[in-house]
């Protein structure tokens, strides 16, 4: 079994910043590719970033340039610091580890960007 645990979430005013942490632990030995995903209610889940085990990232168009996706490997952990937030980043964050050819979610944490 794997666990994903989530933190960081929260209300912030437009223009701050948030830091989103996710932790995975129990039988993790193939864990590869770590991310955030994002979805508002009647959407589609969509990407927000990724980064591999050695580091390789990849954003959406929409994040690029304001958050930063970041991975400790010796913690099993990944980190998407989110600034100069919008409105339209408003959503439930996911995170998600690639175990071989499993996917695992985490529970997912809210954050919520005021105008």
């Known amino acids: 079994q794997v666990q994903l645990v989530e933190s960081g979430g929260g209300l912030v005013r437009a223009g701050g910043s948030l830091l989103l942490s996710c932790t995975a632990s129990g039988s993790i030995s193939r864990l590869n590719s770590m991310g955030w995903y994002r979805q508002t209610p009647g959407a589609l889940r969509e990407l927000v970033a990724t980064?591999?085990?050695?580091?390789?990232?990849n954003y959406a168009d929409s994040v690029k340039g304001r958050f930063t996706i970041s991975r400790d490997n010796t913690k099993n952990t990944v980190t998407l610091q989110m600034n100069s937030l919008r409105p339209e980043d408003t959503a439930l964050y996911y995170c998600r580890a690639l175990l071989g050819p499993a996917v695992k979610w985490g529970q997912g944490t809210q954050v919520t960007v005021s105008s």
């Open positions: 980064i591999t085990k050695s580091g390789s990232t």
